[in-house]
């Protein structure tokens, strides 16, 4: 059984940092991209960032290019998503998730390619 649990969250001022950690547990980790989304209130869920299996390469939603950065520490069942100049609208539930396929050629923003999802950790960042 495949377990993710986010942890991380928490309230910042605009212009402030949060590193959010997703600790994997179950399966085999270093074979599979590691996606975050996040979703705000009455929003769909959306891509944040992706990095796939071997750590080598990232990909990033438009909101995340230059301010967030995804890493990922194979030894630790571990993928990371640091977040610096924090802005309101980046306020949501932040969920980390694994690629259903084992390791894909390429990368998927598309949320329906992530099948194993932890719970969420809420960022709220007030301005």
């Known amino acids: 059984q495949v377990q993710l649990v986010e942890s991380g969250g928490g309230l910042v001022q605009a212009g402030g940092s949060l ?4 600790a994997v547990s ?7 991209a590691m996606g975050w989304f996040r979703q705000a209130p009455g929003k769909e869920r ?9 750590g080598g390469r990232a990909y990033y939603g438009d909101p ?15 993928v990371y998503l ?17 690629d259903r396929n084992m390791r894909r ?3 998927s ?3 329906e390619d ?9 960022v709220t960042v007030s301005s």
Do not use: H
């Open 82 to 98: 640091q977040m610096t100049s924090l802005k309101p609208e980046d306020t949501g539930v932040y969920f980390c998730a694994r």
């Open 46 to 54: 959306e891509f944040v960032a992706t990095i796939i299996w071997s």
């Open 19 to 22: 590193r959010l950690s997703c």
């Open 114 to 122: 992530y099948d194993y999802w932890g719970q969420g950790t809420q």
């Open 109 to 111: 923003a598309i949320k």
């Open 64 to 78: 995340a290019k230059g301010r967030f950065t995804i890493s990922r520490d194979n030894a630790k069942n571990t």
């Open 105 to 107: 050629f390429g990368y």
């Open 26 to 32: 179950g399966g085999t980790f270093s074979r599979y």
